[in-house]
């Protein structure tokens, strides 16, 4: 990496990614959901003039607004810190590619915001065209902001061909996998929107008439869901599709993680029994059992995400940069020239103790690893590197040099090592020293 | 002495001009910080006149209570914007200077989650007066938390001279830039200015709505903030680096021309304030004052952008001689939606300034 590490003990700075983003992108999803259910009862509400409905959703637009102002934009920016400090080069790279596309989302997430703000604090002087208008233009805004941030976070497992020549934000945007993902998500929001709503205080009065509907949306949601991920998944690249079924066959070191994210996928489709409970027992169903649905649905969501990130391993980028922050044409380079004479950060380190073969050393594992390992937590390089000795873990970490699938069998998952094989060398007797820690 | 640190650039050119996203930059922290001024200025106004507890006071915070969440909204949201033209403009030191200083840089994100959560508190809450002043000065004071975060990062950005020695210090990111003499009156300065500002739209808001006490407290606000500057404003002028200090010293170079128009400006707005504060003064009295201090404070905003570039400048680097390649299908793409979304926001907020009570709107739910 380019930039300097930080390094998080233990937890590894992966997991603050995870955390800050499983939070945002549930909420995300849910508010783009919640928005047109919104818009859905507030029609159906005033063509059948129903006062008490349309008092009561006024209180969920507020609750939405809550819950959007706060947590939403919160972590939103959230998001952005923790991928500068996780990943600095990576980040950089997509707002180099991205810039105007974010613009546009920041315009229409702004569109979001100051709909919903009008519909809730000035509720008494909107006319009942106005307040509907309002609510589906805030669903619209909340939708096409996913529109956009889709094209971004699909442009990282399928870049395509057209984008690597050009450069050119359009052609990253519109790639492979970008329809069957917005499809999918846009499918998960209907049900984590429909989810949040039966979450709500219902009064007794008004549970069938909301419930019966908003049930319907979150089943259809989530088998909608299930049979878009399915396309969502064959419009996966090769590789990233056959890393998903390696571990689905618990070949690589990344099982693990993996059933819990499968766990998770199973956990997705319990809601919508949940929600048939709702729609043919609306009077008997309880609020807790929604709140229950959503949770389930979030950590579901969350296991596709980690999936999805699976997928694009070992890139941050696929095909342009590893998850380590070098690009992939860098790599030549710095196997025949070195890393560290390239790499400035990595060189202050090593310079601040002592500039030895070990400081070398771990300067470099540093840079090139804990994106995703610590030396000993998640992922553990202690742990991993414990049976060999320090000639083993030399001669490995040269072996991690090898560009050929064939000679080098972690390629698939694993970014190569990029050094010269001296610094392949100290890096492995750097790692020998984690048995002494 | 070894060359700084600095990461290479990212190989992709600015899809625009640098000058042409230098003036996003600045269009949008100008957006973002009126709207921070008002929020967090204004909880902190409110939240001492809700403490106060008088008859005036307690109407004066029922007034200003509502508008606080809407602009902690918004200075959020707008805020968003001048950090990826940060990112795109300056990435290699605001990267460098974020993850040397990572965990307070992501306790921003915390401290302004429990602020906001203080303030709707503050705003909805139907506890006592002491409860609820409580949660606006404590909500306040976290989210000037999150502007200590946001300021040691930046200055911590300007100052790759002490990047080196940050890092050995904190390989975990833990401290905060406190060996930069900036660090302090530059957040003070910052603070302050935030009362000053909040109480200029106080005034403002006063002076049009013929509220003669909110306007009256507004300038007094305004005064005592910006008479405090006297202290950090010097404090945070004496601590700068020396070719930076000789820079704002010297009228006859941009940054000393554009800081001394705005301390001008700054101290008019000054005394001018002083005798529209007092009783029975005319409340047309309010703008003159308004209106200079306002220009002080967007003179302020582009001194702090000459002071980053002549900063950046001395460790090599020029924002003007980036490369860039004009992306016009993206540009074309987000012009539209530039239209649209403010033909939305135009025709949504003469909605919400339309006359309450006619017979078809939904007052009678409310």
Redesign the interface.
């Known amino acids: 990496m ?8 233990w937890m590894g ?1 992966g997991w ?1 990614i995870g955390l ?1 983003s499983i939070i945002h992108v549930s909420i995300a999803h849910l508010v783009v959901g919640a928005g047109f259910w919104l818009a859905f009862m507030e029609t159906r509400a005033q063509r059948a003039r129903d ?1 008490e409905l ?2 009561w959703l ?1 209180g969920r637009a507020k609750s939405l607004l ?1 819950l959007s ?3 939403g ?6 998001i ?3 991928i ?2 996780v990943s ?2 990576a ?3 997509l ?3 991205f ?6 989302e ?6 979001e ?3 919903l ?2 519909l809730v ?11 509907l208008a ?1 609510v589906w ?1 805030y669903a619209l ?1 909340a939708w096409l902001s996913l529109v956009v941030i889709n094209g971004i976070v699909t442009f990282m497992l399928s870049p395509g061909k057209g984008w690597t020549a050009s ?4 052609d990253g945007f519109f790639n492979a996998t970008y329809l069957p993902s917005l499809w999918l998500r846009s499918c998960v929001a209907l049900a984590l929107g429909g989810l949040w709503a039966m979450a709500g205080r219902i009064p007794p009065g008004l549970k069938v008439r909301v419930l019966k509907p908003t049930a319907l949306s979150v089943v259809a949601g989530i088998l909608l869901a299930g049979l878009s991920g399915w396309f969502y998944f064959q419009s996966f690249p090769a590789a990233g599709k056959e890393l998903v079924l390696g571990n689905l066959r618990g070949a690589t070191g990344l099982a693990e993680g993996f059933r819990w994210a499968l766990l998770g996928l199973g956990a997705f489709l319990l809601p919508a029994l949940l929600a048939l409970w709702a729609f043919l027992r609306g009077d008997a169903f309880r609020r807790s059992a929604a709140v229950f649905g959503l949770l389930l649905a979030c950590w579901g969501f969350g296991g596709f995400e980690w999936i999805r990130e699976v997928a694009r391993k070992p890139y941050v980028i696929r095909e342009v940069m590893y998850s380590n922050g070098i ?1 992939v044409e860098q790599v030549s380079g710095y196997q025949k020239d070195g890393f560290l004479p ?1 790499n ?2 990595a ?3 090593a ?2 103790k002592g500039d030895t073969d070990l400081a070398r050393g771990e300067a470099i594992l540093r840079s090139q690893c804990l994106a995703c390992h610590t030396r000993e937590g998640y992922r553990s390089l202690k742990a991993l590197t414990a049976p060999y000795s320090e000639s083993d873990l030399v001669a490995l970490v040269q072996s991690l040099r090898e560009l050929d699938p064939g000679m080098n069998p972690y390629l698939d998952r694993m970014p190569p090592f990029a050094g010269t094989e001296q610094e392949a060398e100290q890096v492995g007797k750097y790692l020998h020293t984690l048995k002494a820690k | 002495m070894s060359p700084l640190p600095i990461p290479a650039p990212d190989p992709l050119p600015l899809p625009l001009p640098p000058g042409v996203l230098k003036a996003l930059l600045l269009a949008t922290f100008t957006l973002h910080l009126m709207a921070v001024n008002l929020g967090v200025g204004g909880s902190l106004l409110a939240a001492a006149h809700a403490l106060r507890g008088k008859e005036e006071d307690r109407d004066l915070v029922r007034r200003l209570a509502p508008l606080l969440p809407a602009s902690v909204t918004f200075a959020i949201t707008l805020g968003v914007a001048p950090l990826l033209f940060v990112q795109l403009i300056y990435g290699p030191f605001f990267y460098t200077a974020s993850v040397l200083t990572a965990v307070p840089w992501l306790a921003l994100i915390f401290l302004l989650m429990a602020g906001y959560v203080l303030l709707y508190r503050f705003v909805d809450s139907v506890e006592t007066q002491a409860l609820r002043a409580f949660s606006g000065i404590f909500g306040t004071l976290l989210m000037l938390g999150a502007g200590l975060a946001l300021t040691n990062v930046t200055t911590l950005s300007l100052r790759p001279d002490l990047w080196a020695a940050h890092a050995a210090a904190s390989p975990h990111g833990l401290r905060l830039n406190t060996v930069d003499p900036t660090l302090w009156p530059r957040f003070l300065h910052m603070a302050a200015a935030m009362i000053a500002v909040a109480g200029l739209f106080l005034a403002g808001w006063g002076a049009w709505r013929h509220h003669a006490y909110a306007r009256r407290v507004g300038l007094r606000w305004f005064l005592a903030a910006t008479a405090s500057q006297a202290l950090w404003g010097t404090w945070l002028l004496v601590a700068q680096p020396k070719p930076l200090l000789d820079l704002l010293l010297n009228a006859n170079t941009a940054p000393g021309l554009t800081l001394w128009i705005a301390i001008a400006c700054g101290a008019l707005a000054l005394f001018m304030a002083i005798p529209a504060s007092q009783k029975g003064a005319p409340a047309k009295d309010a703008w003159a004052p308004v209106i200079l201090a306002l220009a002080s404070v967007l003179g302020m905003i582009l001194l702090r952008d000459q002071m980053r570039d002549a900063a950046l400048a001395g460790a090599g680097f020029q924002a003007a001689a980036l490369p860039h390649r004009t992306d016009w299908p993206s540009l074309g793409i987000f012009g539209l939606t530039f239209l649209g979304v403010a033909a939305l926001l135009v025709t949504i907020f003469r909605w919400a300034a339309q006359p309450p009570g006619s017979p078809d709107t939904g007052k009678e739910l409310s």
């Open positions: 380019n930039h300097p590490v930080w390094d998080l003990p700075s603050i800050v006062g349309q008092g006024r809550w102002s706060i947590f934009a919160a972590t939103g920016v959230g952005w810190v923790a500068g400090l600095p080069t980040t950089q790279h707002i180099r590619a810039v105007m596309g974010w613009a546009t920041w315009l229409l997430f702004a569109g915001m100051a709909t703000i009008v604090r000035a509720y008494g002087r909107l006319s009942p065209g106005q307040r309002l233009l805004c450069h050119a934000m359009v690009r390239a400035v950060w060189r202050t380190f310079a601040s």
